[in-house]
């Protein structure tokens, strides 16, 4: 599995943008897809997810300002961003789960993959105040 993500940049704060996250391969068995972040000096962290059948979850963090979406059709997932901060600033990056799910714990959720996690290159993001 491959995943390529595009559409990040420099923005505004206050403004919104919409990363994309294209897969290809053995897409056939993916069960969720998500997005993590990380800013300069601090740990990765999730944003959001979604599972095959379309059921979302956000950090606890993430929730109101961030809105993931895939279209199955075009093998692509979204991450819709609004209200874009300073503190939004960081390299966003897309992972696919085989065989596996998201599990809750710690107001996040962690990807489990039985059968593979497969990461993207990331895109960065910077929010200019």
């Known amino acids: 599995v491959q995943l390529v993500e595009s559409g990040g940049g420099l923005v505004q704060a206050g403004g919104s943008l919409t990363l994309s996250c294209a897969t290809s391969?053995?897409?056939?068995?993916?069960?969720?897809m998500g997005w993590y972040r990380q800013a300069p000096g601090k740990q990765r962290e999730l944003v959001a997810g979604i599972t095959s059948g379309g059921s979302t979850k956000y950090a606890d963090s993430m929730k109101g300002r961030f809105t993931v979406s895939r279209d199955n059709a075009k093998n692509t997932m979204y991450l819709q961003v609004n209200s874009l901060k300073p503190e939004d600033t960081a390299v966003y990056y897309c992972?696919?789960?085989?065989?596996?799910?998201?599990?809750?714990?710690?107001?996040?959720?962690?990807?489990?993959?039985?059968?593979?996690?497969?990461w993207g290159q990331g895109t960065q993001v910077t929010v200019s105040s």
């Open positions: 992972f696919a789960i085989q065989g596996g799910g998201l599990i809750q714990g710690g107001g996040s959720y962690f990807p489990s993959g039985g059968g593979g996690l497969y």
């Open positions: 391969g053995s897409t056939v068995n993916i069960s969720a």
